[in-house]
């Protein structure tokens, strides 16, 4: 079984925290097949940790673990810190495969997320 | 004349903010007609800050500024920070209208995002 875990910096304000474990709730119906189990996980400020969130998943059942990182530039976080996290997990896990997925900032649907964010302040959403 | 500025953290990568300017650069030819301007701006730790940026928007012959905050949960810098450095750059300009929109991880297209970001080491793109 594949497990996607969306991971997020972490926040001190719980609400944004709960966004990001709603967002994996949602996710989970939606991946189907390719995804049954689909988490969230923490670099740092909230809980589970990453390596915590990949050993979870591996005791539900998962074979390989999808790590996406929930953020939009490619800064230290995730070009050092992330991957510093999983091996850490790893370690303790050595026959799960955790493969490292790019972060969504990477993705070209980000132009279109911009646009639609610039439009709901147009239509006073905001 | 209508801007959209995109305002981003900021990080102590240049080429985290490259990432960042470029993505204005590339939005600038894409929203055509109903964002003629569109400019990059940062929390902290890259230039411009927001009230810089906005300022250098309305130098440029913009009336109104729409503020795009690229940021993935509403935590504490959209809610509290992003605001207050909007308001610096009003009590300069009084004049100019500055708007600030969702920020881009409430857009619905968020979940689209992330499949696709996951889909990018399946492919053995990472």
Not at 26 to 48: H, I, Q, T, W
């Amino acid at each position: 079984m594949q497990a996607l875990l969306i991971v997020a910096h972490g926040s001190r304000r719980a609400s944004s925290n709960d966004e990001v474990r709603a967002l994996a709730e949602r996710l989970r119906g939606k991946l189907g097949g390719e995804y049954p189990m689909v988490e969230a996980a923490f670099l740092e400020l909230a809980e589970p940790l990453i390596p915590e969130g990949i050993v979870r998943c591996a005791e539900q059942g998962a074979e390989r673990v999808t790590v996406v990182p929930y953020f939009l530039a490619a800064g230290r976080h995730v070009v050092e810190d992330i991957p510093a996290e999983i091996a850490k997990a790893k370690a303790q896990l050595p026959q799960l495969e955790v493969r490292l997925a790019q972060h969504i900032g990477a993705s070209s649907m980000v132009d279109a997320l911009i646009s639609d964010a610039a439009r709901c302040v147009a239509d006073g959403v905001d």
